[in-house]
C-alpha cells in the first residue's frame, strides 16, 4: 500500500511539474510575444500567424489543439504509437492555459520589444525545458522532424530549426496593423531570431541540468559506516570494489556511489561525517538510467 502511495505520489509531481513547465511557456507566448505579434516558432508560432491572419478571430489555443491533434494522428499512423500520455497530457493543458491566459491578457507587459524577446525566449525555453525533463513534450514540430527523419538522413535538430527558420520569416505578413515600413516588419522577424536563439539555449541549459548526476569514489578505511550512512540515511545504492594502493601496497575498499546532483552535498556531509580522512573524488555523469534514476525509452 505504502508502495503505491509513494508511486503515485512520484507521478503527481511529475504531472505538477510538466503542468508548472507548460503555464510558464504559455504565460511567455500570451504576456510577451503574441501582443506585440511576434513568433517564437514550432506550432504556437504557426497558430499566432494564423490568429492576426484570421483578424484575431480563431484564439492560439484553437488552432494549436487541432495542429497537434493532426500532427499525432499522422505520426501515429507514420512512426507507429510511440506518444505517452504524458505527450498527449502536454498538448491538452498547454491548449487550454494559451486559450485561458489569452482571455486575460489582451495587452503586452512590457513595451519595449527587444526585452520582451529575450524574456519570453528564457521563458518559453525554462518551461519546455522543465517539462521534457519531466517526460513530457509539447510535439509540434518535433513530430514532422521524426517522420522526416525517418526516411531522410537529417538531424532532427536541424530539421527543427529549418522549420522555425521558415515559421518566424513567415511573421512578416502579420508585421504591424500600421505599419507599411518594410524594415519594421523585418525587425519583428529579427526579434523572433533572437527568442529562437534564447529560448533553445535555455532548454538545452534547464533539460542537461535536469539530467546531470554524479558519480562519486569514496575509498575510507571506515568504508561500512559511510555506506550504511549513504544506503540508511540517503536512500541511494553503494557498490564496493576491491582495490589496491600501488603506493602503499595495501588492500583497500572503494565505494561507488551515483546520485542526483542535487544530492551532491548530502553525500560529501555523510563521508566526512563517518570519516574526516576520507579521499573522495567526483564526477558530473550525464544519462544515468535504470532504479531511483531515468527510464531507459527504446
Excluded at 486575460?104 to 507587459?109: A, D, V
Aim: charged share 15%; proline share 2%; aromatic share 12%.
Amino acid at each position: 500500500m505504502k508502495v503505491t502511495r509513494d508511486k503515485f505520489a512520484r507521478e503527481a509531481r511529475v504531472y505538477l511539474l510538466i503542468t508548472f513547465g507548460l503555464l510558464i511557456y504559455t504565460f511567455a507566448v500570451t504576456a510577451f510575444l503574441a501582443p506585440h505579434r511576434m513568433v517564437g516558432g514550432g506550432v504556437t508560432g504557426i497558430s499566432t500567424i494564423i490568429y492576426f491572419l484570421s483578424g484575431e478571430v480563431i484564439p492560439i489555443g484553437y488552432s494549436y489543439f487541432v495542429i497537434n491533434f493532426l500532427l499525432v494522428a499522422i505520426a501515429i499512423k507514420v512512426l507507429g504509437p510511440r506518444f505517452g500520455f504524458k505527450t498527449i497530457y502536454a498538448i491538452f493543458m498547454s491548449s487550454f492555459l494559451l486559450s485561458l491566459l489569452q482571455n486575460l491578457i489582451h495587452e503586452p507587459l512590457l513595451e519595449d520589444k527587444f526585452m520582451c524577446a529575450v524574456l519570453s525566449g528564457i521563458m518559453c525555453g525554462a518551461g519546455i525545458g522543465i517539462s521534457l525533463a519531466n517526460g513530457g513534450s509539447t510535439a509540434g514540430t518535433d513530430i514532422v522532424a521524426m517522420m522526416i527523419n525517418k526516411y531522410r538522413n537529417i538531424s532532427p535538430g536541424k530539421i527543427i530549426m529549418y522549420i522555425d527558420v521558415f515559421i518566424i520569416g513567415c511573421s512578416y505578413f502579420i508585421g504591424e496593423n500600421t505599419a507599411v515600413d518594410p524594415t519594421a516588419k523585418i525587425a519583428t522577424i529579427i526579434y523572433g531570431y533572437v527568442v529562437m536563439g534564447v529560448n533553445s539555449y535555455t532548454i538545452d541549459l534547464v533539460f542537461t541540468g535536469q539530467m546531470q548526476s554524479v558519480q562519486f569514489f569514496i575509498f575510507s578505511l571506515k568504508y561500512k559506516e559511510v555506506a550504511d550512512l549513504i544506503t540508511h540515511d540517503l536512500k541511494r545504492g553503494v557498490t564496493v570494489v576491491d582495490c589496491q594502493g600501488w603506493y602503499t601496497g595495501e588492500a583497500r575498499k572503494m565505494l561507488i556511489v551515483v546520485a542526483r546532483k542535487s544530492e551532491m552535498q548530502n553525500i560529501m556531509r555523510v563521508t566526512k561525517l563517518a570519516d574526516p580522512d576520507a579521499f573522495l573524488t567526483m564526477n558530473t555523469v550525464m544519462g544515468v538510467y535504470g532504479r531511483g534514476f531515468d527510464t531507459l525509452r527504446t
